[in-house]
């Protein structure tokens, strides 16, 4: 059986792609370039990265370049997100436009079976032949919550060899296969801004967006002023400009003003959030659900009554308060470790 691997340079898909040569299939390494110049996802230093572990592997290695596409389903996006007041999750929509449908159309053309990636989740086929998305087990380094897009076309054909494993035994085996990037750092930053000063990266493409205004507090009042909205997401206390004398954060960002507000760190937790772009992985019959739902990829979440408005709308309203649901940002449902779908957080309420 043939497989496409989706090899980043990290360590990650390295060792997905050897487990998956090590189990018997004919492994095929493909780096997505997403810049003019050639170079890959993670700039030069992951193409290299992913070329030598293909060497390492001793699987044939592909190099397709998607600026074009890239530049218009995500980084475009990602600018417009940041010009509405957003802050965008362009991991989640790269996932979505780019990552999944491009490795099919690949794998199609060296006739695979299967694709793969190194992320930490589990596909779980049931009797009927229906698939299912679940929690990887290593809760510390799960990324179902990245995942929610996926649809049973794609599922049918994903591998991801790591939704069973623990971050310990990946990089231990990374050591034993002597790959290149055993010992290679966990990345924090966008894959498309290396030095992660997305600041810089809107103001070289859109000065405009960096217009000072207003900086008022919940009551109405002006505390100051702000060189532009973009500089902000919900929940931020550091690198407000202003000196206040006690701890605030940004608790809303208004575009139509121009306008930042911020409040004290009880009025960033939120039980109301509505969300568009619904997608379901699980099909859906009641018009109300109870769930567990994440607003970001790094917290708890709780327990929550999902309400359908539409087919692509729905309001979430939680148990217990959530620290800074953020418009543009994605918020997941579960049913205990069950991926059942998610949405964009367009706005949220205390």
């Known amino acids: ?43 030069n230093a992951g193409y290299e990265r992913a070329k030598r572990v293909a060497a390492n ?16 389903m995500v980084i475009d996006n990602f600018c417009a997100e940041y010009a509405r007041g957003r802050t965008p999750n362009p991991c989640i929509r790269c996932n979505q436009f780019i990552k999944f449908d491009f490795l099919r159309e690949r794998a199609k053309v060296v006739e695979a079976n299967f694709i793969a990636t190194g992320h930490y989740a589990r ?29 049973q076309e794609q599922l049918a054909t994903l591998l991801l060899p790591l ?12 050591r034993d296969w002597g790959l290149p990037n055993a010992e290679q750092t966990e990345s924090q ?25 207003p900086v008022y507090d919940t009551a109405g009042r002006r505390l100051g002023t702000h060189s532009g909205i973009v500089n902000f997401t919900i929940g ?4 407000l400009g202003l000196a206040l004398g006690e701890r ?19 009025e960033v937790y939120h039980t109301r959030v509505w969300a568009e772009a619904v997608h379901l992985i699980e099909p859906v019959s009641e018009q109300r659900l109870r769930v567990w739902a994440k607003v970001r990829y790094q917290s708890d979440g709780g327990q929550a009554l999902v309400e359908f408005l539409s087919k692509e709308r729905v309001f979430v309203q939680f148990e217990t308060p959530q620290w800074a649901p953020t418009p543009g940002q994605a918020i997941v449902f579960y ?4 991926v059942l779908g998610g949405g964009i957080i367009e706005r949220s309420e205390t």
């Open 236 to 239: 931020q206390r550091k690198g």
């Open 1 to 43: 059986m043939r497989v496409t691997v989706g090899l980043s340079g990290g360590v990650d898909s390295a060792v997905a792609a050897g487990l998956l040569k090590e189990q018997g299939y004919e492994v095929i390494g493909v780096h997505f370039s997403f810049s003019k110049q050639g170079s890959g996802c993670c700039g």
């Open 123 to 151: 596909i779980v086929r049931d009797a009927t032949g229906r698939f299912h998305l679940y929690r990887g087990i290593d809760p510390r380094k799960d990324q179902s919550y990245f995942l929610y897009t996926l649809n």
């Open 189 to 213: 930053e966008v894959c498309f801004i290396p030095d992660n000063d997305y600041v810089q990266f809107l103001r070289s493409r859109h000065p405009e967006l960096f217009r000072p205004g």
């Open 248 to 266: 605030r954060y940004v608790v809303k960002i208004v575009p139509e003003e121009n306008a930042i507000y911020l409040g004290r760190e009880n």
């Open 335 to 338: 049913d205990g470790d069950c």
């Open 57 to 72: 592997l001793k699987i044939p290695f592909y190099v397709v370049n998607l600026h074009l596409e890239f530049e218009k």
């Open 163 to 174: 939704g069973d494993l623990r971050k310990v035994y990946v990089r231990q085996k990374a």
